[in-house]
């Protein structure tokens, strides 16, 4: 193998001191038979080891030739450096990885691969598959997921062979014949492929005895190339490497590593937040933030959340190495989320972005109808309903600067009917919790207080909901004496107010039917006929109509002409009834019973044999009506 080795670089000097004027469309015949720098680990074909700083950091894939392999981590299972050479962490994309905090995914790395291919299956390094340019190279750079970062060094072999420099034209994307239709397609390639990956092209370095004009020839079409496709380039020349810093006079010794590395942390940009992507679903805000440069897996991040149409509701996660955050929104609307991001050498860096979506569910305050009463009747607005919520209030007694507890948590304390000890300000605040998530958001309402002396009211007793009449009373301490009242209901879907009943002083109780089905607030207010105070109070409750139908006419077995018929109701209370039969052979009807409160049953005498239409109409005292009729053989 030594032997080889000799005879190859011997051959290459030989190559370089006879280099064509004119483009060569075969590889020199002595190339073919010499990879003796180039070895293979059958263990490791299969699946390569990876090489991680970072599981969570950057995905990086490496483009290139035998200069980048190492042993263990080429997809084809070739290397020329190993552990006898030098550690990972001492190759130029080792160090690379390492300071962003990467990991490895796909090292696409092939001894003697050029980006060129003549279109001859020759060799292993030297077909259909193996050139850069490729489907089976690129697609393959997807092998432990989609890259962020694609780092493309390759030309080296290319600038050896000296395939034709060509010119750029645009049709010819897709060919592979000169170097520049070449590296302009792998680019093309790459870009469409995996379009958000930042692409790295590294240029050849001199070789050898190489005329530095001819190199000039490749490194100019790399960097017109990646003009064209938004990538960046390293440009080796500017490196340094002599013979001193190779094995071979091709493959980079510690030295030359050093040098490439130095270029490409030269150039390498300071850390920069990329984007903030964003989502918010089931009013839980989730961003995060991407991150590149160098030390970005040392990256501290400060995040703010701001509501864009109340500046002054605005969250800080101060400084963490929190990159994503999650938070539930405390209401509906757009926020601005703003995030700064900084390295161990406090560089800094911004990005911001608005994302819109709904909370869990909205508290929109504190409404109180009427604080002068002895008794203060406070009711919290949630949307969109108030299914699964819990309630605990609270007051803050701003003269003794002390929190008092009203009601603990209870999912039936949407409103409170409260009595302040004194008179004086007040903070009324009120928190609602998800049952099924935990979610808590509060709304706190302040006012001034008068406490009044004459009455106070207790509160509104419904006796029932299953009714059309819905019927109410109020209750008044001391007594009733001298008061009037004054109803109305809130339609918590319309967010509208109905009066039901204006002052009136001839009882506490009303009787009045709602329009629909729905949560509804009912607010009673009493005032003095004596001195004018108003006190109120205020329920709330769903409501669903009673219905009225009926499931047929039941008929009990009979042997004669003489039977029994019933319809069936889903209510009997106050019903009238009449009922009816249709003879087919006369095609007449004939009245059995006229409307009738008495019972929902009826007998019939069979005038003759036949076929007949026994039917009966229902009427609710609301007006109701059902039907039903049944087809009788005797």
Not at 97 to 125: F, K, M, V
Not at 530 to 540: D, F, V
């Amino acid at each position: 193998m030594k032997k080889i080795v000799t005879l190859l670089t011997t051959l290459f000097l030989l190559h370089i001191c006879a280099l064509p004027t004119k483009a060569s469309n075969n590889i020199p015949e002595e190339i073919l038979s010499l990879q003796g720098n180039i070895k293979y680990d059958t263990n490791t074909f299969s699946e390569p080891q990876s090489f991680s700083a970072s599981e969570s950091g950057p995905r990086v894939a490496i483009l290139s030739d035998s200069i980048s392999t190492y042993k263990g981590y080429s997809l084809w299972g070739t290397y020329f450096y190993d552990e006898s050479l030098m550690s990972i962490y001492d190759t130029w994309w080792g160090r690379y990885i390492n300071d962003i905090g990467g990991h490895l995914t796909a090292s696409e790395t092939l001894g003697s691969s050029s980006i060129t291919w003549n279109g001859q299956n020759i060799a292993t390094y030297y077909d259909k598959n193996s050139y850069m340019a490729s489907d089976f190279r690129i697609n393959r750079l997807a092998y432990g997921g989609t890259p962020d970062v694609i780092l493309f060094f390759g030309g080296t072999n290319d600038f050896y062979w000296r395939p034709q420099i060509g010119t750029y034209n645009p049709n010819q994307i897709g060919l592979v014949d000169t170097f520049t239709n070449a590296y302009h397609t792998a680019l093309f390639k790459m870009r469409t492929k995996y379009p958000s990956a930042k692409i790295i092209c590294i240029t050849p370095f001199r070789i050898r005895e190489s005329p530095d004009s001819d190199l000039d020839y490749y490194c100019n079409a790399i960097h017109a190339a990646a003009t064209i496709y938004n990538a960046q380039v390293i440009d080796l020349r500017k490196a340094g490497l002599e013979e001193i810093d190779c094995y071979d006079g091709i493959h980079p010794n510690k030295s030359g590593m050093n040098k490439i590395y130095g270029m490409i942390s030269q150039n390498a940009p300071p850390i920069k937040c990329e984007y903030i992507t964003s989502h918010i679903s089931d009013g839980v805000l989730k961003a995060t933030a991407t991150v590149s440069g160098t030390y970005s897996n040392e990256a501290e991040y400060k995040w703010d959340i701001i509501n864009t149409k109340n500046t002054s509701q605005k969250i800080t996660i101060d400084w963490s190495p929190q990159q994503d955050i999650t938070w539930h929104l405390v209401q509906s609307g757009q926020y601005q989320i703003n995030v700064t991001i900084r390295d161990k050498d406090k560089t800094y860096s911004t990005a911001s972005t608005v994302a819109t979506g709904s909370a869990e569910f909205d508290v929109n305050g504190i409404y109180i109808p009427n604080i002068n009463r002895l008794t203060i009747s406070a009711g919290v607005n949630i949307s969109p309903n108030y299914s699964n919520k819990e309630f605990e209030w609270q007051y803050y007694d701003c003269q003794e600067q002390k929190w008092y507890l009203i009601q603990n948590w209870s999912p039936y304390a949407s409103w409170i009917n409260w009595t302040p000890p004194k008179s004086g300000s007040y903070w009324l605040h009120c928190r609602v919790r998800s049952t099924i998530t935990g979610h808590i958001i509060s709304s706190t309402n302040g006012f001034y207080y008068t406490q009044p002396k004459e009455f106070h009211v207790n509160g509104i007793y419904i006796p029932t909901l299953n009714t059309y009449k819905i019927k109410a009373g109020v209750n008044v301490a001391p007594d009733y004496t001298s008061k009037e009242f004054r109803w109305q209901y809130y339609d918590v879907k319309q967010k509208n107010w109905f009066l039901l009943s204006d002052w009136q002083s001839k009882s506490n109780w009303i009787t009045f039917e709602l329009p629909k089905n729905g949560v509804y607030w009912l607010h009673c207010e009493v005032r003095s006929q004596k001195t004018g105070l108003i006190e109120s109070c205020t329920t709330a409750f769903n409501y669903s109509k009673p219905t009225f139908t009926t499931n047929g006419i039941y008929i009990p077995q009979f042997f004669s002409n003489k039977l029994s018929a019933g319809i069936n109701l889903s209510s009997y209370t106050d019903n009238d009834y009449r009922w009816l039969y249709y003879d087919l052979s006369t095609k007449k009807w004939h009245t059995i019973k006229d409307w009738d409160t008495s019972s929902n049953w009826t007998n019939w005498l069979i005038p003759h044999k036949g076929t007949f239409l026994l039917y009966c109409e229902a009427r609710n005292p609301y007006g109701q009506c059902v039907d039903y009729a049944v087809g009788i053989h005797w």
